[in-house]
């Protein structure tokens, strides 16, 4: 099973970009579909993006398509997300999460691996 560890969280301006990390360790990474979810205070945990073992059909929620980007390198056991335009209602914790089914699944429950979360602050 991977283990999951985010990085690239930060302070940012309305407008700025970001781009965040999700380094997976195990030699079967290249078998899980992985995903970006992300929780603002108060509020609950929501699907951003998602992406399937081969890179294909990149999934995201209405929130964030066309300003964020997912993408992941197998031979690096990383996965990225690139945020642009970013707006102050992005401001949440990021995870990372991994599920061992080929898909993409907008359900949380669906995914067994999780990291531990990246902050992200975007100010108006």
């Known amino acids: 099973q991977v283990q999951l560890v985010e990085s690239g969280g930060g302070l940012v301006q309305a407008g700025g970009s970001l781009r965040l990390s999700c380094a997976a360790s195990g030699r079967t990474f290249s078998r899980y579909t992985m995903a970006w979810f992300r929780q603002a205070p108060g509020k609950e945990r929501e699907f951003v993006t998602g992406i399937n073992w081969s890179s294909g059909n990149p999934y995201y929620a209405d929130s964030v398509k066309g300003r964020f980007t997912i993408s992941r390198d197998n031979t690096k056991n990383t996965v990225y997300l690139q945020m642009n335009s970013l707006k102050p209602e992005d401001t949440a914790v990021y995870y990372c999460?991994?599920?061992?089914?080929?898909?993409?699944?907008?359900?949380?429950?669906?995914?067994?691996?999780w990291g531990q979360g990246t902050q992200v602050t975007v100010s108006s």
């Open positions: 999460a991994a599920r061992y089914r080929n898909g993409v699944s907008t359900n949380q429950y669906d995914y067994v691996v």
